[in-house]
């Protein structure tokens, strides 16, 4: 378990974070999310033993990072913003000597490099020279030399940054893997990564958590409903009025037709998806997709991490 209590980090006399607060149970994946400058990476670089904290209490796997930082290293794998990559070596050279800098013994590096390579995607790579990988084959061999030492947690630090779409999935599907055997902690900006990768997310604002719960209730709370979608077809304007009766939670929003279907959308203080589905299907209509406006929690997140929308 990683637990942070009341962390403080200045610089000078500059806060950086804080006051902190925070748990991450064994096997979630947590998201941190926040503008540039918000303290998500002064934050990752205290819990990675890169800096001190000024005030509180951090700890990983009850070790302190204060009193036991060799202990908390050998728990976490950790990835900058900006990966410590050395471009002249090649990914197996360099995975090598990040495991033995791990304490991983010399006998045991071969068969922890092979694993970190498959666990990133890089085995096609081990031979290849850093310095001539994409963007995105960089990243992976940041993660793997992250994992190489087989943490229990691992924390990314915006791993998406730079990548483009393709890399983006690949990369994603490789983080969710991470889960299987890893607890995750990962910052962002990029709000559908953070949507799509993470169980848990963390919202932060000038250097204080704001916000920490799943999405669906984070949503809820900030916004005081879910909005919803929906689009049917053969949903005539007869059937449409028996929306309020079928389903009182839910409020029409707005509803035009689109390609002989009609799209509607709607609000609720409750997730009614699955009453909405039924009452299509039940009118006779064709559902033909439902689900949460993909703008919510970019409106959440105008809302809480942007100082002048919080008010």
């Not at 000024?54 to 990835?79: E, F, N, Q, T, W």
């Not at 983006?168 to 969710?176: D, G, H, K, N, T």
């Not at 009766?245 to 390609?259: F, K, N």
Request: proline content about 5%.
């Amino acid at each position: 378990m990683i637990q942070i209590e009341g962390l403080y980090k200045y610089y000078g006399t500059t806060r950086a974070v804080g006051p902190i607060d925070l748990q991450v149970s064994a096997g979630e994946v947590v998201g941190l999310l926040g503008e540039n400058g918000a303290g998500k990476s002064t934050t990752l670089r205290v819990l990675a033993c890169e800096l001190l904290p000024s005030a509180g209490r951090v700890k990983v796997d009850g070790h302190d990072v204060v009193d036991d930082p060799d202990a908390v290293r050998a728990s976490i794998g950790y990835l900058p913003d900006k990966p410590p990559l050395y471009p002249e070596m090649t990914v197996r050279e360099y995975l090598g000597f990040a495991a033995r800098l791990r304490g991983v013994a010399r006998a045991d590096t071969p068969a922890r490099v092979a694993a970190a390579a498959e666990q990133a995607a890089l085995t096609s790579e081990l031979d290849a020279v850093i310095g001539a990988l994409s963007h995105g084959f960089q990243q992976r061999v940041g993660i793997a030399q992250a994992i190489v030492h087989r943490p229990r947690f691992v924390v990314l630090d915006e791993p998406i940054s730079g990548l483009d779409p393709r890399q983006i999935v690949e990369m994603r599907r490789l983080i969710r893997g991470l889960a299987g055997e890893h607890t995750v902690l990962i910052s962002s900006h990029i709000l559908s990564e953070i949507s799509q990768t993470c169980d848990r997310l963390l919202v932060i604002r000038d250097g204080e958590i704001v916000a920490d719960d799943t999405e669906e209730a984070i949503v809820q709370r900030t916004l005081g409903g879910a909005r919803i979608r929906l689009l049917a077809s053969g949903l005539t304007a007869e059937r449409l009025a028996t929306l309020t009766s079928a389903v009182p939670q839910a409020t029409l929003l707005s509803s035009q037709e689109e390609a002989g279907c009609l799209r509607l959308e709607l609000t609720s203080p409750e997730d009614v998806r699955a009453r909405l589905a039924r009452w299509v299907v039940e009118s006779g209509a064709e559902l033909l997709e439902i689900g949460r406006s993909e703008h919510e929690l970019e409106r959440v997140f105008m809302r809480l991490a942007s100082p002048e929308q919080a008010s």
